[in-house]
Nanobody, 129 residues
Framework: QVQLVESGGGLVQAGDSLRLSCAASGRTIDKYGMGWFRRQAPGKEREFVAAVSRSGSNTRYADSVKGRFTISRDNAKNTVYLQMNSLKSEDTAIYYC?????????????????????WGQGTQVTVSS
């Protein structure tokens, strides 16, 4: 059974930084694209934040976080990270880690939610202004 467990969320002030981690078990993630999504309010659609290719060499970001967030992965640790800098109040959300549905091309960065099969339970990030 594949499990993704996020950690690192919390309450911070605008301008601060946080680093989220996503530890995977039940699947070796080195064959799969990995991503981060977020839901900013109950009932609102989950939105794409960032994705990283299986190799780690390619990344893709939502325009709203480009230049502030960095996604990375450590396949040896079966873990994905999201470094979030210069946080804004609009970054407040539950952040979800996801693993792609199927093995991906070496450089592919999936960004659509249907491309992901496994999701974590989410970690809350709250940014006060």
């Amino acid at each position: 059974q594949v499990q993704l467990v996020e950690s690192g969320g919390g309450l911070v002030q605008a301008g601060d930084s946080l680093r989220l981690s996503c530890a995977a078990s039940g699947r070796t993630i080195d064959k799969y694209g990995m991503g981060w999504f977020r839901r900013q309010a109950p009932g609102k659609e989950r939105e794409f934040v960032a994705a990283v290719s299986r190799s780690g060499s390619n990344t893709r970001y939502a325009d709203s976080v480009k230049g502030r967030f960095t996604i990375s992965r450590d396949n040896a640790k079966n873990t994905v990270y999201l470094q979030m800098n210069s946080l804004k109040s609009e970054d407040t959300a539950i952040y979800y880690c996801a693993s792609s549905l199927s093995a991906t091309d070496y450089y592919y960065t999936p960004r659509l939610s249907w491309e992901y099969a496994y999701w974590g339970q989410g970690t809350q990030v709250t940014v006060s202004s």
